[in-house]
């Protein structure tokens, strides 16, 4: 059962904000939302994550509504280099449950 | 560069042969794990180790044979295998395999069995 939703594809111009949107509707109190990215023919980087807040580090910014059923990752200023899957999951802190990664949504940034 | 060195990058093996993929972390993790990634599929994890005892396994077929003989090694052993196991095969490590603490991956080992 897939927890999240996220559209399978995005196209940014160049030095725009990127906005990748995910739904996770049946997110539980104790679980966090995670993003990865992965670019073509490389192993999957992490990139932020977040409970209830919204966070912001060197790479993105993470906002989670209010409800916590959406977020949305935000590249500020996409570059070519930003062009990749992206994979919002949903995931509690700790535990032993099973990491799934999706199908992600495929980012282009054009120049 | 993220710590975690996969070697070798890109392995090409007919049914019978018998390999090995290795993995290396240089980031003092716990944790380490093996994932599958085929052609249009999503990420599938395959084994965890943990202070180098496997604590999961999901439900991989007996040719694929983890090892993890320190918390800084992991290797895959890989033997009679079938076409349809053609992937990129990517290790992870972690601080540890309870917390879901940021999984730093190597650059993967492109698998062809012929």
């Known amino acids: 059962d897939a927890k999240t939703t996220q559209p399978p594809s995005m196209d940014c111009a160049e030095g725009r904000a990127a906005n990748l949107p995910c739904n996770h509707s049946?997110?539980?109190?104790?679980?966090?939302v995670y993003w990865y990215r992965q670019i073509h023919s490389q192993g999957p980087q992490y990139i932020i994550h977040?409970?209830?807040n919204n966070e912001t580090n060197e790479m993105a910014s993470l906002i989670i509504t209010e409800d916590r059923k959406s977020s949305t990752l935000i590249l500020p200023h996409a570059t070519l280099r930003d062009t990749a899957v992206y994979y919002c999951i949903v995931r509690v802190r700790f535990g032993n449950e099973k990491l799934t990664f999706g199908t992600g949504t495929r980012l282009t940034i054009i120049p | 560069e993220t710590g975690v060195t996969q070697t070798p990058r890109h392995l090409v093996m007919g049914m019978t042969n018998k390999k090995s993929l290795k993995c290396e972390q240089h980031?003092?993790?716990?944790?380490m794990y093996w994932y599958k990634q085929s052609a249009k599929k999503p990420l599938e994890l395959m084994f965890v180790?943990?202070?180098?005892?496997?604590?999961e396994n999901n439900s991989v077929p007996s040719r694929f044979s983890p090892e993890c003989p320190n918390s800084s090694h992991l290797f895959l052993h890989l033997h009679t295998l079938q076409p349809e196991d053609s992937a990129l095969y990517l290790c992870?490590?972690?601080?540890?395999?309870?917390?879901?603490?940021?999984?730093?991956f190597g650059p993967g080992t492109r698998l062809t069995v012929t």
């Open positions: 977040g409970l209830k």
């Open positions: 180790y943990s202070l180098e005892e496997r604590v």
């Open positions: 980031l003092g993790h716990n944790a």
């Open positions: 049946t997110i539980s109190g104790n679980e966090y």
């Open positions: 992870a490590s972690s601080q540890d395999s309870r917390s879901f603490s940021e999984q730093y």
